[in-house]
């Protein structure tokens, strides 16, 4: 096997210095043409640029697609901002995703963002650490999901004391995603009732369960409990009763009965 890196590093790194990428990659292509192709190979026993044009012919080209094949992906988070993680930066996603997990694939010079098999977002990277990427159009959908939250939050705190409790954790632990939970929440209310609905916001609240299936889990569970109706009794059943002769007893006897635990203590 031949040393290609031995060659490159003895014959073009030793003993120069480079001021940038761009020094070097010019000053490497200059080295290429003036040298390393024009010497007569070791082992070929001719100059690689000649075996290059014979071979030509055989050779298949790169596919113009090289440059856009990831070199990793990675599975992130979408967080309460609505971004992912990547090193120490954050890049946004569509607001309505968040909780979800997100495949992130790392190109050379960009990012992107898929979800459910969808690509939702590219990223330029971020020059600098500890950064925050917003994408205008992630930015405007937050800004109408805000408006839209805040009516729903008031239809909320209608329902009293326990939707207001139960708000403020919800805001705290969904974060911007809080109005998509209140609008399932809201419509609990009208398939089961303020009443109910109220009661299991408590419940959830009392086990730090903040979030709208939560909820509906609490409801369907407390409905699941009550007690089954008894059906009546059926005529037949009845007539049966009626047949049956209960024989009449001296009330001393039930007396006895009743009594005959405290005899047999003493």
């Known amino acids: 096997m031949e040393r290609p890196f031995h060659y490159i590093e003895h014959n073009f790194l030793a003993g ?18 003036n040298t390393a192709n024009v010497r007569i190979h070791g082992t070929l026993r001719e100059r690689p640029l000649d075996r ?12 113009h697609e090289i440059s856009g094949t990831f070199f990793k992906k990675v599975d992130r988070l979408i967080h309460t901002d609505f971004c ?15 909780g979800q997990t997100a495949e992130v694939r790392l190109f050379k010079s960009h990012l992107e963002i898929w979800v459910n098999k969808q690509l939702d977002a590219k990223h330029n990277y971020i020059k600098g650490k500890h950064q925050r990427q917003v994408l205008p159009e992630h930015e405007a959908i ?7 939250t805040q009516l729903l939050k008031h239809a909320f705190l209608r329902l009293g004391e326990s939707a207001l409790s139960y708000y403020d954790g919800l805001k705290k632990h969904r974060g911007a995603a809080a109005g998509y939970h209140l609008q399932r929440i809201l419509t609990y209310v009208d398939r089961h009732g303020s009443d ?3 009661g299991a916001l408590a419940h959830a609240k009392r086990y730090g369960a903040y979030s709208a299936d939560a909820v509906l889990r609490i409801i369907q569970g407390k409905g699941q409990k009550k007690n089954p109706a008894i059906p009546p009794v059926t005529e037949n059943i009845r007539d049966w009763l009626r047949t049956c002769a209960v ?20």
């Open 247 to 266: 024989e009449e007893q001296a009330p001393e006897l039930y007396d006895k009965i009743i009594n005959k635990p405290d005899e047999e203590e003493k």
């Open 52 to 63: 290059l044009e014979r071979e030509r012919g055989y050779l298949k080209p790169l596919s």
């Open 142 to 148: 937050y800004k109408k999901m805000s408006g839209q």
């Open 84 to 98: 992912v993680a990547i090193d120490t930066n954050r890049y946004s996603t569509s607001p309505n995703l968040i």
């Open 196 to 198: 109910v609905v109220t």
């Open 16 to 33: 120069r210095e480079f001021q940038d990428m761009e020094d070097i990659n010019r000053r490497g292509d200059l080295w290429r043409a």
